[in-house]
């Protein structure tokens, strides 16, 4: 980055996420700092337990709970196609009418991952770890102009998290079907929802996992 005069250790900051945090790391986020986009964030540290969705399985948001409320795509006569391989974590109604889904997103595909770095973290989870992936997170609350019929759910609050680190670690943790916690750093101006909803949002997570 032009003018930068500061370096990062990667290592040290992978090894801190890689031993696992019980609580925001101030030292750790200052180092963080450093290497996310300037803005304004809401920081949290969340307990996930991801599930690898198959898109256009049953359990793709895309195919079955966004077609159930905004039907199939009047153009192309499809469901939204992603592209990218995610997972799915915590999904629950809120208040009236209003329900949470939270997705983790990788950033590059799972044939990239190494094998031996999988393996490594599922014994590392089975053995009662609990390592730390880091993600830039967006919350975006949408709610189609009309619908039909009377669904419980007509607003959905998508909190999506797009991991910086921890690609090995999220992929492990799907395999053997453990928790593991993950470091939130919201990017509130990059959210659909006001600060507000979003404040709202971290403190349900905060208390709820």
């Known amino acids: ?87 799915r974590s915590l999904t629950m109604p809120l208040e009236a009418g209003s329900g949470l889904f939270e997705f983790i997103i990788s950033m590059y595909p799972q044939n990239w991952l190494q094998a031996e770095r999988v393996s490594y973290y599922s014994d590392y989870i089975q053995g009662g770890r609990n390592p730390t992936a880091l993600a830039l997170s967006v919350l975006d609350i949408k709610q189609p102009a009309n619908w039909e019929g009377d669904p419980e759910i007509n607003t959905h609050w998508c909190l999506a998290h797009y991991l910086i680190d921890g690609h090995h670690k999220v992929f492990a943790a799907s395999q053997v079907d453990a928790p593991i916690t993950l470091l939130s750093l919201l990017a509130m101006e990059e959210c659909i929802a006001t600060k507000s909803e979003t404040e709202r949002m971290v403190d349900f997570l905060t208390h709820v996992q």
Do not use: C
Request: hydrophobic fraction near 35%.
């Open 1 to 87: 980055m032009g003018g930068a005069n500061q370096k990062v250790s990667a290592r040290a900051v992978s090894d801190r996420l890689r031993q696992g945090l019980e609580q925001i790391d101030t030292e750790l986020l200052d180092r963080i700092s450093e290497v996310v986009p300037p803005g304004e964030y809401l920081v949290s540290l969340l307990r996930v337990r991801p599930r690898k969705v198959s898109l256009g399985s049953e359990d793709d948001y895309f195919s079955n709970e966004q077609v159930a409320l905004w039907g199939i795509d009047g153009f192309w006569g499809l469901p939204h196609y992603p592209k990218i391989e995610y997972y």
